[in-house]
């Protein structure tokens, strides 16, 4: 798998000699540099050095976001915009004496969006680059030594004999396996179901192990996340226990927190990474999907999309687990759970915030039927039986969705997410030179994936 290493380049178009240049004396609010330049001093005054002709060009994967009609707006540190780019253009000139450029993502309506980054101008040439781009690379190191791309898969509600047989359906296709072994109580206590002889098993098959522990309550999770006490205690049981077992690594799946209590997990999930770290485990961290144009619903459940600092939980992180699911379910009734647009409008989002060689694409091996008398309450099925459903409809192409809409002769309806359509999944992987894939569950998967996975 290549590995993308995005920038956005600022490239001498030609070089020019012309008189020394003021710098603003604004101060900009923006993120740090991650690079610095020096300016020489005259008399007293701030100035840059020997001007150039300068060219902005957009490359990797902010050229590959332009191209699915994502901009970039350019300012300086005054705030002044001195021009965008997007996929209609793809260059811009920029005024040599220019200090302080200030980056930001532009929605599809071309909007300001929240993720901003500030840069010094090196002089003659500077790279301007996301500060958390190339921070690191998810990847799995296999129980015989070697490395792989990610393939996780996540396991839950069985036993260590059911997720065996799991495993070894898979015909070697999958690397890392997730079995939720941690849940937290009301009271904020964690109940475990870590098995040490299952760990085993995998590790014989040479695949690696990072067990998940999930939280997905706010009320319970504000009782730790807002204890300092009670996050210390939380993350050293987790990394203690996986740790006992032989676990490879661990996989933090605590997704219904509120907003107030994002700078807590922020801070739980750096003491878990730091100590798990410190045993040599790898920390992946599940992240839920947002865009420009998307909105979760409803109101009260918000805080499941806004309130994670995403750069953040990436820089502490090894992997981001991008869960591209469910664009619809019981609260967003009625749609499929992922349709192919929707899938790329979140990872283009989600690659705002993380490295491609950090991020993981999510995969739903599901779909949901859906009851017109009763929609808030669909049926998640696996896609093998879905398939089988098919047949038994009747099929039209929703274009909105770019999947087919099929009716059940009982009235009830569901979208075509079938095995075939896994293909979309895999191929932004390779497009935009993700970690790898991991997908929501055993359980729901079908002979015919593994034959897909491993055909590729």
Known sequence: ???WRPALVLVIASVACAPMAEVPTTTSTTPASTSTSTPATTSGTTTTQPAA???????????LAADRGVGLEVSNEAGEVLGRLDRDHPELNVDPATTGLTIRYLSSDGEPMEVVWHQLADMPVTTIRQPWRGQGECQVTLPDGATAPVVLVWQSGGSSADYVEELDGAGGGVTVVSPIWWRMRSDG????????DYVAAVHDRNVAIWPAIAGFDADTLHLVLSDSRRRSELAAEVSEAAQRIGADGVNIDIEGYRAEDSDGFLVFVE???????????VVSHDLVPRSDTWDVAPD????????????????ATDCTVLMAYDQHNRYRPAGPVASPPWVEEVLVHALRHADPAQLVLGVPFYGRVWDPEDLERPRAIGIGDLELLVADGRASFDPSHGLDRVELSDGRFFWAETTAGLEHRFDLVTDYGLAGWAAWRFG?????????????
Do not use: Y
């Open 1 to 3: 798998m290549r590995a």
């Open 53 to 63: 002709d300068l060219t902005l060009v957009l490359d990797g994967v902010e050229a």
């Open 189 to 196: 206590s964690v109940i475990s179901s870590a098995d040490p």
């Open 271 to 281: 003491e878990l990474a730091a100590l798990v770290h410190a045993w040599g485990g």
């Open 300 to 315: 009260e459940l918000s805080f499941w999309s806004a309130a994670p600092p995403r750069t953040e939980l990436s820089a």
């Open 444 to 456: 729901f998967d079908h002979p015919e994936i593994w034959n897909l996975v491993n055909s590729r």
